[in-house]
């Protein structure tokens, strides 16, 4: 399998917080030959048992991707924006967004193309190229039609909106606005073939995570594993403008088991196995501490999964050009393989 390929073609595919249908309905029609059973829960989770027999060990990625939620369209046709994630007091993101690409959700399921734009060059006064501070009131979607238009297309309050540029090689790098987390869902899909499982497989893409853990938190209360392994993006510190001592993870070095993030320290006694398994078949490995981080491995843990979270390093997350290099993509499939055709570790 063409792990590279696919992880393309699962970016390509939108889905927002909310609105992940889209991409669980392409999972669905993907796992649905190839394994025991796949079904959806009711809050969207797409659930596949893989096969094999032993303890219950699962592989988790959340489906969604970060964006904004239109807020106002103006008189003048200009749509407005509230963040998908988080409180829009605390402001945005202020060195990326402007000039990227995006899509508009409308009523009917239908995608509107625009761009995100704000004030620049000539107009601009003094004051405003002197203000370092970005809020939501200073950039918003230009979709070149009035307001009418707008509304008529089905824009409306609510409507989600995400970054659509499209996946592309830089040099030896892939880049995209959904890596987070088209990532950790392309690592679950080439692992469905693997012969000489030690354990009974399970895969579970989980819907909105990027607000709350809440497909994830939905799940766990009605599943329990052995082990589980919460698959996601990393983060990288190895760009200019990034300490190696804050963030000594980089692109190129192999898959990141991480030891905390933001949330919870992880099952030291999986991640330990993890790291050493790497070590046994040679593959680069890296050991993470994430700040400002979390996944929907706290959930699993919460529940009382013994839970590790495994990444792979990427530049610019929650951007629409996060990066990754696609070696660590590789290394971590053949990580993950080894994960479940090995015994589990005993605990005491």
Not at 338 to 344: I, M, Y
């Amino acid at each position: 399998m063409d792990v590279v390929k696919l992880l393309a073609d699962l970016c390509a595919v939108p889905a927002p917080s909310g609105a992940e249908s889209e991409l669980a309905d392409l999972l669905h029609e993907r796992w649905a030959p190839r394994c025991a059973e796949v079904r959806r829960d009711p809050i969207g989770n797409v659930i596949a048992r893989v096969g094999g027999s032993g303890p219950r060990v699962l592989l988790q990625a959340h489906l969604d991707q970060v964006g904004y939620v239109a807020r106002y369209v103006t008189d003048d046709g200009f749509v407005l924006l509230d963040t998908a994630q988080g409180d829009r007091r605390t402001g945005p993101e202020r060195r990326h967004p402007v000039g990227q690409p995006v899509r508009i959700l409308a009523r009917d399921g239908s995608w509107i193309e625009g761009v995100l734009t704000a004030s620049s060059g000539h107009v601009l006064t003094a004051k405003q190229r002197d203000t370092h501070e970005l809020s939501f009131n200073d950039f918003w979607v230009e979709l070149g039609m009035s307001k009418d238009a707008i509304l008529d297309a089905g824009v409306h309050v609510g409507a989600p909106v995400i970054f659509s540029a499209p996946t592309r090689h830089v040099g030896e790098l892939l880049v995209g606005p959904a890596m987070d987390n088209r990532v950790g869902l392309a690592l679950m899909d080439a692992l469905i073939d693997t012969d000489g499982l030690a354990c009974e497989l399970w895969l579970i893409a989980t819907t909105q995570e990027e607000n709350g853990l809440h497909g994830a938190r939905a799940l766990v209360r009605e599943e329990r594993f052995a082990a589980a392994i919460a698959l996601d993006v990393g983060l990288a510190g190895d760009i200019p403008a990034v300490e190696e001592r804050e963030y000594g993870t980089k692109l190129g070095a192999g898959p990141i088991v991480v030891h905390r993030d933001t949330g919870i320290i992880y099952d030291r006694v999986l991640t330990q196995h993890c790291f050493a398994l790497a070590q046994a078949n040679h593959l680069p490995i890296q050991d993470g501490l994430f700040g400002g981080y979390g996944s929907d491995g706290l959930a699993l843990a919460e529940a009382g999964s013994p839970t590790s979270l495994i990444t792979v390093a990427t530049r610019y997350t929650h951007t629409a050009f996060e990066t990754i290099h696609p070696d660590d993509l590789t290394a971590t499939v053949d990580l993950l393989r080894a994960l479940v055709t090995t015994e589990l570790p005993a605990r005491r």
